[in-house]
Structure formats: structure tokens, C-alpha cells
Nanobody
């Protein structure tokens, strides 16, 4: 079993900042990539940011220049620093990981999500 647990969501005013965290735990041999996705009411889930091999990052167009993704390899923790937040950033933010377990089993895992609400 592998679990992803997000934290750091909450209510913030427009222009403010939040830092999300995602802790991966369980039977993990190595993690290929981790990412943040979000789902706003009535909208499809979309990419916020993704990091591969701990270094190569890409961002969704709507957050470029306002978010920074990072990963602590030793702690199996993913972070998302979000600055200059806008009301349209309001969504449930999900952590995602694709990884290999012991025994060479490849899986993709999602967290339960953390709600970010940005007030105007």
C-alpha cells in the first residue's frame, strides 16, 4: 500500500500565499514523478505542476510564474508554493505520484485532496 497525504490548504485572501505539502508513505522503491492537480467545481481536473526525477518541472499555463514545485527526496515529500493567489485558484488540490514498488511493480497513486479557497 502507498499513501499520499496532502496538507496546507485553507482560506486565503487574493494576493496571498499558501504552501501545500504531500507526504508519500508505504511500500515505495523509487518515485519517478510527482505532481499537483486541481479540480474546481464544474471543471475538469487540470495540471498545476509536475516534477520528474526530483528536478525537471513543468507548470500549467494558469499558474506559471506564481507557483513553484519542489520535492524533498529524502522525506518523500512534495511541495507547492503558491503566491499571488487569485479567486480562480479556488479548487481541491490533489497530489499524484507514479512510482515503482519493491518487486518492480509500477503504480500511480492519488491523494485525497486538500481544499484551497481564495477570497476576493
Amino acid at each position: 500500500q502507498v499513501h499520499l497525504v496532502e496538507s496546507g490548504g485553507g482560506l486565503v485572501q487574493a494576493g496571498g500565499s499558501l504552501k501545500l505539502s504531500c507526504l508519500a508513505s508505504g511500500s515505495i522503491f523509487t518515485i519517478n514523478g510527482m505532481g499537483w492537480y486541481r479540480e474546481a467545481p464544474g471543471k475538469q481536473r487540470e495540471l498545476v505542476a509536475h516534477i520528474f526525477d526530483g528536478e525537471i518541472a513543468n507548470y500549467g499555463d494558469s499558474v506559471k510564474g506564481r507557483c513553484t514545485i519542489s520535492r524533498d527526496l529524502d522525506k518523500n515529500t512534495l511541495y507547492l508554493q503558491m503566491d499571488n493567489l487569485k479567486p480562480e485558484d479556488t479548487a481541491v488540490y490533489y497530489c499524484n505520484a507514479d512510482l515503482y514498488q519493491y518487486g518492480d511493480r509500477y503504480i500511480e497513486v492519488w491523494g485525497q485532496g486538500t481544499l484551497v479557497t481564495v477570497s476576493s
